[in-house]
């Protein structure tokens, strides 16, 4: 992985992964950085979730540090939560210290995978019109054989190539501007363990 992170990025520790690692909580973040401030009952109308439940993961994240209340805004009953940071960073070597953390990372991972899954396949659903035909790609290279050293190396070239194209957030957004999703998984495809693959 580059060393490379935007400004807004974070990189996750055991700590703070074992915190975040719950799929209410993944999905709270994605709301708040896609549809920017919100409150814990406008989050737990979008999740079907009671107010208290919502309440209570809110309060873990901020504990964590993953969100913060917006100053200026609300009551003492209502309060607004935003993300703080913008991108997650998880660097996976350092995550194996111990069967929590790993146990953790798995959580993550396969929830992570779900929720991107399902991002693509609710931009699908819409059909582009105007320009915007053509301008998407899905491509899928399975039979490509690398070290790890190979793949690292792809993986962080990529990587690259995306942030030298996102736009600046702090810069004007043209009118003609949508959002866009953004998805990349370099991953080796191992052969499972003996027990599994029986």
């Known amino acids: 992985m580059s060393n490379e992170h935007p400004p807004s990025s974070r990189t996750v520790d055991p700590r703070s992964l074992r915190a975040l690692a719950h799929p209410l909580r993944m999905r709270i973040l994605d709301l708040l950085g896609d549809h920017g401030p919100s409150t814990s009952a406008r989050l737990a109308e979008q999740l079907g979730e009671n107010t208290g439940t919502v ?6 994240l901020a504990e964590h540090g993953y969100i913060e209340e917006e100053e200026g ?7 607004w ?9 998880l660097n996976t070597g350092e995550l194996q210290e111990d069967l929590q953390t790993r146990e953790a990372m798995d959580v993550y991972r396969r929830h992570y995978l779900e929720r991107t899954f399902q991002r ?6 819409v059909r582009p019109t105007g320009d915007w035909v053509g301008a998407g790609n899905m491509s899928d290279w399975g039979d490509v054989r690398m070290t790890p ?7 962080a070239e990529l990587m690259a190539v995306i942030q030298r194209h ?3 957030p702090e810069a004007p957004v043209p009118a003609e501007a949508q959002p866009v999703l953004i998805q990349l998984q370099v991953l080796p495809v191992l052969p499972l363990p003996a027990e599994e693959s029986e």
Do not use: N, Y
């Open 120 to 125: 693509a396949a609710r931009a699908l659903a």
């Open 166 to 168: 996102v736009p600046d």
């Open 55 to 60: 309440s209570w993961h809110l309060r873990h």
């Open 149 to 155: 050293d190979q793949l690292r190396a792809l993986g």
């Open 81 to 89: 939560w935003r993300r703080k940071d913008r991108t997650l960073v």
């Open 73 to 79: 805004r609300g009551t003492k009953r209502e309060r």
